[in-house]
């Protein structure tokens, strides 16, 4: 049986749990590495680890997602409110007032074209890493919200 050198192990797993890289622990509490090493691996603390950052990674990433999704939702409200507008103004005006319709709606395809790869929304990235996101990823997050503010228009 291993003798019991007095020290606090769960204080020192939690540093390591934390992200607190190996050999500063071992140099904090006066550990050689090797029996760090040895509790980590008997411990199976590796495995907490890699759980705990996966779990902070999936957060992040559902986080990201949800705001991306809400900034999305919320340009596509006001983008159906403007082709909306557009619409009922292109019904009641006399064809003279058509020139400013189709002014409306020039206006507003320069601004969609520079609006959706900025929220993510189209299928050519613009060379930049991260940041092409999949509509169909987007979707499955909002489906039925969208489904819902679409009706509520």
């Not at 760090?36 to 680890?49: N, S």
């Not at 400013?100 to 929220?119: N, Y």
Request: glycine letters at 6%; proline letters at 2%; a positive charge.
């Amino acid at each position: 049986m291993p003798k019991d050198l007095g020290i606090d192990w769960k204080l020192i797993e939690a540093d390591y749990l934390r992200g607190t890289r190996v050999v500063d622990i071992a140099t904090f509490y006066k550990l050689k590495k090797s029996t760090l090493d040895a509790k980590i691996r008997r411990g199976g603390w590796a495995t907490k680890r890699a759980a705990i950052r996966e779990a902070l990674v999936n957060k992040e990433t559902s986080k990201t997602v949800q705001t991306l999704s809400n900034r999305a939702s919320s340009y596509l409200e006001r983008v159906v409110k403007q082709v909306d507008v557009g619409m009922d103004v292109l019904e009641a005006a006399a064809p003279a007032t058509v020139k400013e319709v189709d002014q409306h709606f020039e206006a507003l395809g320069k601004i969609d074209r520079i609006a959706r790869p900025a929220l993510g929304l189209t299928d050519q990235g613009n060379g930049t890493k991260g940041s092409l996101i999949n509509i169909a990823v987007l979707q499955q997050f909002t489906e039925t919200e969208s489904v819902k503010n679409c009706q509520d228009i």
